[in-house]
């Protein structure tokens, strides 16, 4: 069965960091692009940052730029978000997402980051920006 599992979500004040983490069982994780998702109270999923199959191409929304790093470990099956300098508007639930297809290659940021090209999604993780 194919999952995806969520963990490092919490509470921090404006300005602080943390780290999320997604762990994929069931499939052959080095195959497929990861991304995150996030929505925020009263708002549509967003997407937050995308990573191909072996990290060489990166993803990000412009909100994030600078401040979240997306990255992998295939042999732990794990995608990472690394979020520094958190401001209050990053509040919400976080999801990884699986792609719906294999691919190897760069998609692009636009393709990249559309929530159609994923169909496997985790429960998600709440991170909560206190200003």
């Known amino acids: 069965q194919v999952r995806l599992q969520e963990s490092g979500g919490g509470t921090v004040q404006a300005g602080g960091s943390l780290r999320l983490s997604c762990t994929g069982t069931?499939?052959?994780?080095?195959?497929?692009?990861m991304a995150w998702f996030r929505q925020g109270a009263g708002r549509g999923r967003e997407a937050v940052a995308a990573?191909?199959?072996?990290?060489?191409?990166?993803y990000y929304a412009d909100s994030v730029l600078g401040r979240f790093l997306v990255s992998r470990d295939n042999i732990r099956s794990t995608v990472y978000l690394q979020m520094d300098n958190l401001k209050p508007e990053d509040s919400g639930v976080y999801y990884c997402?699986?792609?719906?297809?294999?691919?190897?290659?760069?998609?692009?940021?636009?393709?990249?980051?559309?929530?159609?090209?994923?169909?496997?999604w985790g429960q998600g993780a709440q991170v909560t920006v206190s200003s």
């Open positions: 069931g499939y052959d994780f080095s195959r497929y692009y």
């Open positions: 990573i191909a199959t072996q990290g060489g191409y990166k």
């Open positions: 997402a699986r792609a719906r297809d294999v691919y190897g290659g760069d998609w692009g940021v636009q393709l990249a980051l559309t929530g159609a090209k994923y169909s496997v």
